[in-house]
């Protein structure tokens, strides 16, 4: 079989698919399609189906939001092949085209048959990468926001919905309807527990609708949690360029990934599921000590790299970790103040997963950004970051590190609110004009009055003292005082 990225160019020498994509049928249906499902999800299910099996799992991959057409227009162009490039610490590229996704449809044009895919019994699972601020919940509290615009919209309007969970629900009422039974719902996004915060979201949509429908979600619906991981950064015109000269491949939008991969599910899947242990997905009875371990290890750390190393002028990863006290800082608040938060972890040598994280931050060939790091940044250090923060409180253990990364999100939005930072290193984020307004303010405490996101936690004695420290540090003394001042022991 010829394998085409475009409509007149072959792939060459580039590894492409051996199977019959002809062959192939989609079983899942993937809200949220960007680069992370693209390097992660996709990827796998491609390695799958290489070996010859798993071949009725193909991928219908759908955008809902109105930038996803972009998207729309470079998948249809290419047969929904693209090029997932693999950079290597040493330079070196590893790209290989992709071929499990079969098909990309546009919600906002595309709803029938969007809604035709969701009630085919052939596809079984529907899954989701829609961001940590995508669940349409308070920040603040964690539960589902019935008041959210989008939210108010789609009850309305389930037929130009501008949320994959109105899709996800209305697709749940017309299987009942029709006497199928549901799909798996897998969330693959960053929170602790997706699996159950997608089932709050969905059954919490669905109740808006019809009691009865959210009560069928509720008991017969599978949410299973996951972990993933990959490191996988924006795409730029400098990876389309590299992939034609180094490889004579014209790809619209191909996907550059660090080498590192894992994902870890449970196993609770009622229609079935592809074989992915056969390429090295892990499916476990509880995926809690995983995504917990990741989320408040390698994620919060993202976090710190990008507030403390934008002040700094840094504006990728790998250059921030060569910055020696940025790098103890992370080596610190993994092992001093996250670690301690996780639990029991059998089997699991946390010391090396930590020093393999620092590896794998320091990697020049990824070329990961702080603005990519930072966005969506009220959702994720709520997700990442404040719950490590609450539950080091709670047992009296040190926070002064964890504060300090807060104080340093506070410093970098007001740094955004003095002009501080090129207008292309400020990261979109649905909080940005509250965020950067309490950051200005005259009283520094005020960003914790941000409910919103930090809840009840802003009023807590003890964090705000360590906050307020900390953020006088950074305006007195500078990101490298603060972080000096962190890292020195504390006085009994």
């Known amino acids: 079989m010829t394998v085409r990225i475009s409509a007149d160019l072959p792939t060459g020498g580039v590894s492409s698919p051996g199977y019959d994509r002809t062959a192939a049928s989609v079983g899942v249906v993937h809200f949220g399609f960007g680069n992370f499902h693209r390097s992660h999800q996709a990827m796998y299910l491609d390695r799958l189906m290489e070996r010859g099996e798993g071949l009725d799992w193909g991928i219908c991959g759908v955008g809902v939001l109105p930038q996803d057409a972009a998207m729309r227009d470079a998948m249809r162009a290419q047969d929904c092949l693209y090029t997932l490039v693999v950079r290597h610490p040493d330079g070196s590229l590893e790209p290989r085209v992709v071929g499990s996704v079969l098909e990309y449809l546009f919600g906002p044009e595309d709803a029938d048959e969007v809604y035709a895919r969701l009630v085919d019994p052939g596809v079984r699972i529907v899954s989701l990468t829609v961001t940590e601020g995508g669940y349409l919940k308070d920040a603040g509290t964690g539960e589902f926001d019935p008041t959210d615009e989008a939210v108010v919209h789609d009850v309305e309007h389930l037929d130009s919905a501008r949320t994959a969970f109105a899709f996800v629900v209305e697709g749940l009422r017309r299987r009942r309807e029709a006497g199928l039974e549901p ?194 940044g009220g959702n994720r250090m709520a997700t990442f970051t404040l719950p490590t923060v609450r539950d080091n409180l709670a047992a009296d253990r040190p926070i002064r590190l964890g504060a300090l990364m807060v104080a340093a999100w506070a410093e970098y939005w007001a740094l955004v609110a003095r002009d501080g930072l090129p207008q292309s290193e400020i990261p979109p984020d649905v909080h940005a004009d509250a965020m950067r307004a309490a950051a200005a303010d005259e009283d520094p405490a005020a960003f914790l009055g941000l409910t919103r996101i930090f809840g009840d936690l802003g009023a807590d004695e003890r964090f705000r003292e360590e906050f307020l420290a900390a953020r006088a540090e950074i305006a007195e003394h500078g990101v490298h005082g603060a972080l000096d001042r962190s890292l020195r022991p504390v006085e009994a």
């Open 183 to 376: 799909f798996t719902v897998l969330s693959c996004d960053n929170l602790q527990g997706n699996g159950t915060v997608c089932r709050q979201t969905v059954v919490g949509f669905a109740r808006l609708v019809d009691p009865a429908l959210a009560d069928w979600i509720a008991a017969e619906v599978a949410f299973p949690n996951c972990m993933v991981d990959r490191i996988t950064p924006s795409t730029t015109d400098a990876d389309r360029t590299s992939l034609a000269e180094e490889f004579g491949v014209k790809d619209r939008w191909p996907v550059p990934a660090e080498p590192f991969t894992q994902w870890i599910v449970e196993d609770r899947f009622p229609l079935g599921r592809p074989a992915l242990e056969e390429v090295d997905v892990q499916f476990v009875d509880d995926v809690e000590p995983y995504e917990l371990m990741k989320l408040r290890l390698l994620n919060a750390s993202h976090q710190a790299i990008a507030y403390l190393g934008a002040p700094l002028g840094y504006t990728l990863v790998d250059e921030t970790m060569r910055d020696e006290r940025v790098r103890d800082y992370l080596l610190r608040y993994m092992s001093d103040e996250a670690a301690p938060t996780l639990g029991d972890l059998p089997g699991i040598d946390l010391p090396g997963y930590v020093d393999t994280l620092l590896e794998r931050f320091s990697n020049p060939a990824v070329r990961d950004t702080l603005v990519r790091l930072a966005t969506d």
